[in-house]
Every structure is written in C-alpha cells, then in structure tokens.
C-alpha cells in the first residue's frame, strides 16, 4: 500500500465547494488508478464558518490544517463579509503562516480554447509571483480615518533572502521543466529600492545559470507583450502586486479565469502547500450546478505534481486537455468534472 498523503479540503464560498466537490472526484479515480492513498479533511472555513462563531481562522484549526501534506482550496470572499477580511484572515494567513512564498501560476492556451488575441503562436509560459512579501504583508496604517487629512499607507517589504529564494526557485523551475529562458519583471525605474533589490538580486542569481537566457522588463512594458507577443515568454519571474495583476492578464489570453489554476507553494516539506483555482467565488451562481470546474481540477494535477505523483498529474492534464478540444456548451459543474474523470 502507498503511503498516506494527508489533504486539507477548504471549500470556501460560493461556487468554492461545488467546484472542490469536482477536484475531489477526480482525485478519487486517480487515486484507484495508480494505488494511491490519500486522507482527505474538510474544514468549514469562509463566510459561513465567520457569520456563525465570529472567527475566520483560530489557531488551533491552523495547527490541524498544519498536519496535512498540502492544501486543497475552492474559493474565498463573500459579499456579506466586509472586503479583506476573509482574504487576509484565511487565504494570506495560511500563505504566510506555512512560508508559502511561490505563487506558480501556468499560463496555457489549450487547443480548442478560444483566445481573445489574434496570434496564431502557442502559448505556454509559468508565472512565479512572490507570495509572502511586497505590499501583501500588511504594513502601513490609516490615520484621521474618514476625515478630510485621512492617511493611507500601504508599505512594500523586500527582503534580501526573500527575493533570492523565489528567484532561484524561478531558475531551478526552468531547468526541471527543460525550459530556456528567466524573464524578471519589475519597475526599476520608479520603485528605486524595490526595484534596484530585485534587478541586483536577479543579475546575482542569473550568473549560476549560464545555459539560461534572461531579460527584464518593466510591468508595465510586459503587461503590454503578454497581449501582443506572449510568445516571448517561457518563466516569469516578479513580485506580489505584479504578478497577482499579470497572471489576470495571462488567464485573459488563455481563455479565461475559468481555467486558470495556482499554487502556493511552500519548498519547506515541513509546511503544507495550498492549490486553488484563480477565480472568484462567484457566489451569485454557487449551488447552480453552472460553475466550470477545470481550474480546480488542473489546481489538483499541480498538487499531485508536488506530491510526487507526476504520471497521474500528467494523465490529469492530458484529460483536460482532451475534454477542452472536443467541449460542447451547455454542459454542468457535474457533467464537466464526470467527464474528465472517465477520461483518466
């Protein structure tokens, strides 16, 4: 018998659980296939769970959530909770809590998914987004709220040592994945000591790296060539604001929110990493059974990936991919989820 991997299942809001329900499903046949054992949890945590006890997360349930091998997020944010609070008490506290300080988002056009762009040239690139610093961390203040000499500040932490890692992890990704080039992307040229800490970082790591083509550009240039030439892209490197903005636009290009999939990855095995589709939790349309699901269930082949099991990640992937050439419209939460999973 396998060993047992242990899964932390979050539903969240809204459309969160149907479209977890989905991932869960093809998790179970996956499983069957390759003989693999995995304990899974849930945890009613999100709107519903703060409405009824006061709390978005306590202590003791990070410390439980803590014993698992990785994380298995659906959605999070609910419009009868004030905005940030379920987003910095829930999802940030666990990526910061569990050191999950790569953000990899894969930006794919898959064959059969229409993209808005009219290039004919594949696209296929990675985004790793720093996810425990920049101006994420929650430093900065208000002062004389509501009155005409209100203050905000909203303060971007940079760290020597929190740069470095996620570059070199952007460099070490580029060589596990047989790709060619590290694209960093800042703005240097206005954000002087962010920017020159990144730059001079980046020129630092990139020497151990000779066989790695690199280039840098500012965001704004590359928010611009991730519409008009994405093709110029294989790994993307950048900090937590950037990359939360351009990997929109990249699940833009590659056919929409509805497929794009993430993970907060945490390379310290002692800590859980957390996988999740990018989109919202679009609560106007939760229970409707209408929610496409392949974000979560690519966001569950990447967790099977870091788990170890890269074959079953990659049958997981291959199914999407064929379900995603031959899809018809009209098609349920339940019908899209059964149909992968019989594809595998």
Known sequence: MSKVQKIAVVGGDGIGPDVINEGLKVLDVVAKKHGLTFETKKFDLGAAHFHKTGEVLHDAT????????????????????????????????????FDQYVNLRPAKLHPGVTSPLATKDPIDFLVVREGTEGPYSGAGGSLAVTTPREVATEVSINTRSGVERVIRYAFELCVARGRKKVTMVHKDNIMLHSGALWKRTFDEVKREYPNIKTDYFHVDAAAMFFVTDPARFDVVVTDNLFGDILTDISAAITGGIG?????????????????????????????????????????????????????????????????????????STTDIGSAIAALI
Not at 310 to 315: F, K, L, T
């Open 62 to 97: 990070m410390a439980e959530i803590a014993k698992h091998d990785a994380i298995f997020l659906g959605a999070v944010g609910d419009p009868t909770v004030q905005s940030g609070v379920l987003e910095r008490g829930l999802l940030l506290k666990m990526r910061f809590a």
């Open 259 to 331: 497929l794009a999939c993430s993970g907060n990855i945490s390379p310290d095995p002692k800590f859980p990493s957390m996988f999740e589709p990018v989109h919202g939790s679009a609560p106007d349309i939760a229970g409707k059974n209408i929610a496409d699901p392949t974000a979560t269930i690519l966001s569950l082949a990447m967790m099977l990936e870091h788990l170890g099991h890269a074959q079953a990640a990659a049958e997981v992937n291959a199914a999407v991919a064929k379900d995603l050439a031959t899809r018809t419209s009209g098609r």
